[in-house]
C-alpha cells in the first residue's frame, strides 16, 4: 500500500518536473534528466520492494519470537505464581496435616484400642464361662457318685435300679398275698362243712336217743302183754339195737369232726404262721423301700444342692452372656469411628486435587474450618474426646431417657 | 399372640444382639437394614414397637421416625410406639427425636435387661 503510495507521488512528481525540464532546457536535454529520473524512479522501487521484503521477512521472524518469548515469560510467571501458590497451599496443608493427622491417628487407635478390649473382654468372659459351666458338670457328676452304686453312672440309673427293686419286691408281696388269701378262703369254706357235719351228729344222736326211749316203753308193753308181746319184744330189741348202733355212729362221726377240726386248727395255725412270714417278708419290702426311699431321698437333696448350684451359676452365666453382648457392640462404635476417618481422608484427597487443579483457594486455607466441620460429623462423645487427645473412658452402661 | 417388633439399624451385629435379646423376652422381631427399608415395611406391616438407630445410610432414624408419624401412608403405624437405640447422647439430637415423635432414647452399648425393660414399659 505504501509502495502504491509512493509510486503515484513518483509519477506525479516526476511528470511536474519532466515539464520543467522540457520547458527550461529543452526536449533534448530534458530526455537525459527524465530518463534518469525514471530510471531511478523505477530502480527505487524496486530496490525499496526488495528491502521491504527483507524486512517483513526479520519482522514475521521477530513477531514470532516475541510471541514465544511472551509465552514462555506468560508460562514461567504461571510457574512462578503457581510454585508461589503452592508454596502456600503447600504451608496450609502442613499446618492441616499437623492437626488434622494426630486427629485421625487417635480415632484410629480409639478403634484400635476398642477393638482389643473388647476381643480380651470376650476371650475373658468365655473363658469364665467355660469355667463355671465346667464347676457345673463337676458337681453334678460328684452329686451322682456321691449317691450311686457300682453299675450306676447317672442318676436315671440310680432310679431305674431303685425302680426295678422296688418293682420285685412289690411282685414277691402280692404273690404271697394271693396264696394267703386263697388259703384262708378254703379254710373258712371247710369251716362251714364241719359246721354242719357236727350238726348232722347230734341230729343222729337225738333220734338214737328218741329211739332207745321208744324200744324201751315197747320192750315194757311187750312184756305186760305176756305171750302176746314176745313178738313185739323182739322188735323193740331190733330198734334198741338200731338205736345204740346209731349212738355208736354218732360218738364215731363227732370223734371224727373233732379230729377234722383239730386238723383244721392245725393248718389254720400254719395259715397264720405263712402270714406271719408274709408279715415279715413284708416288712423286708417294708426296708428295701426304705432304703429306695432314703436313696431317692438323697437324690433328691443331693439334685436340690444341683439345682441351687445350677441356678447360682446359670445367673452368673446370664451376666457374663449381657457383659459379652455389651463387649460385642464395639463393632458398632469402631465402625462409625472408622467412617468418619474415611470419608475425612476422601474428602481430603478431594480438595488436595482441587488444589492440583488450582481451582479452589479460600476453602483449602481455611483448616480452622475443616476442623470444626469434623467436629461436628462426630456422633460419639468418645469420639470428640479423641479429636482434643483427651483419655477416652471406656462406657460400659447404656442410659435411657423417656419423652413421655 | 406375640408381640410384633421392628429393629432398624445398618450394623448386623447390633442387629443380631438386639434380635436375640427381644426374641429371647418372647416378643416377634423382624429387621430393617435403613431408613428407606423400614419405611418400606411399615407402609404395609402394623407393628407394636419400633426402634431405631440415628446414624444409617440413605435415610436416618429421626427422618424416618418423622414421616413415619407425619405422613398418611404410615397410618398403621403412627400409634405405635418408637424407641431410638443410638451412640448419640447429644441433648440437642435428643430434642430433635422427641419433636419427631420419638418416646424413649436408649445409649449404646445396651445391656439387655435395660432394653427388655424399656420394651416392656411399651407393651
Redesign the interface.
Known sequence: MILLFYWVFLIGFGAVTSYFFVNQYGLSQASYIIAAAVLTQIIFPILYLLKSRRKMKDKNLFTEKLKQEIEKYSQEAAMKEKDGLRGQYQGTMEQLLEKVLPIWANHIENSQSQTENAITALTMRFKKMVGILDKAIGASESAVSLVSGKDEKTLQDVYEKSKESFKKEMRQLKKEQLVIKKMISRFSELGNIVEELRMMAEDIEKVAEKTRLLALNASIEAARSGEAGRGFAVVAEGVTNLSELSAHTSKNMTEKITTISETMGEALSAAKEAADQNMASGKSSKLTLRETLIRLRQVMDTLIELESILNDESKQVKNE??EV?????????V??ILHHVHDNMREFYYHLMRIEENETKEEVLDFQKWLDNMLQSY???EQKMAHFGQKIEE?????????? | MKEKILIVDDDSTIRSLIKITLTGAGYDVYEAEDGLEALSNLRKNKFDLIMLDVNMPNLDGISCAAKVQSEADYSINQKTPIVMLTVESDDEMKQRGKRAGVRAWITKPFLPDILINVVQKFL
Open positions: 452372656i449381657n453382648m455389651v463387649f460385642f457392640q464395639f463393632s458398632d462404635r465402625s462409625q456422633t460419639t462423645e462406657k460400659r452402661t447404656s442410659e435411657v431417657t423417656f419423652f413421655d
